[in-house]
């Protein structure tokens, strides 16, 4: 299986900051055919988890541009500009290149 | 807009299997994507199960080796997870999910 390391495993920010979590791969998330399945959700408390960045770097609908994926290969950053009490929550990274599709570990995201 | 909504018993003996229903509003799961059962662990681990394709082939984790299997109503736009033989192990929140849309998810304690 794809191990799928996301760090931090806590990410304390002040409203209106910014924050960074990473994930990184064991195999590179390229698809035979050029595209590559890394996605990114925030679970909100006792929501189900919604989908912020598709595909790397695409927004999902309605999502603030204040979320923005990055990254290639086995490594991949979500960014959370200006950070929002909404912001707040656990978020995953998930890959779908590779059988079985993996998650994250997780992040929670918190108040400083 | 999608909606799909877990259903099912919340209490599930060891050994005894785990059965729910995910029901489906706004899409047709015959017309296209991957129908999936996702759940969380206690602790935050995220595993994905399986799926059931809008043609009707299915893929599993291999994690879950013979003890699982997803069907479909079409005719009720419903898909259905059966794990069987669980243990106190399989105690999780189990979310039905399409990459974009999850359900609101349900909490399974498997305990006699």
């Known amino acids: 299986d794809v191990v799928m390391t996301q760090t931090p495993v806590s990410l304390p920010v002040s409203l209106g900051g910014q924050a960074s979590i990473s994930c990184r791969s064991s195999?590179?998330?390229?698809?035979?055919?050029?595209?590559?399945?890394l996605h990114w959700y925030l679970q909100k408390p006792g929501q189900s988890p919604q989908l912020l960045i598709y595909?790397?770097?695409n927004r999902f609908s309605g999502v603030p541009d204040r979320f923005s994926g990055s990254g290639s290969g086995t490594d991949f950053t979500l960014k959370i500009s200006r950070v929002e009490p909404e912001d707040l929550g656990d978020y995953y990274c998930?890959?779908?290149?590779?059988?079985?599709?993996?998650f994250g570990g997780g992040t929670k995201l918190e108040l400083k | 807009e999608i909606q799909l909504q877990e259903s099912g018993p919340g209490l599930v003996k060891p050994s005894q299997s785990l059965s729910l229903t995910c029901s489906v509003t706004?899409?047709?799961?015959?017309?296209?994507?991957?129908w999936s059962w996702i759940r969380k662990f206690p602790g935050n681990k995220m595993e994905w199960m399986g799926y059931?394709?809008?043609?009707?082939?299915?893929n599993y984790n291999p994690s879950l080796k013979s003890r699982i299997s997803i069907t479909r109503d079409t005719s009720k736009n419903q898909f259905f997870l059966q794990l069987n033989s669980v243990t106190t192990e399989d105690t999780a929140t189990y979310y039905c999910?399409?990459?974009?849309?999850w359900g609101q998810g349900v909490m399974v304690t498997v305990s006699s």
């Open positions: 999910a399409k990459t974009d849309y």
């Open positions: 706004g899409y047709t799961i015959t017309s296209g994507y991957d």
């Open positions: 059931i394709s809008y043609s009707g082939s299915t």
């Open positions: 195999q590179s998330l390229v698809h035979s055919n050029g595209n590559t399945y």
């Open positions: 595909r790397v770097s």
């Open positions: 998930l890959q779908s290149t590779h059988f079985p599709r993996t």
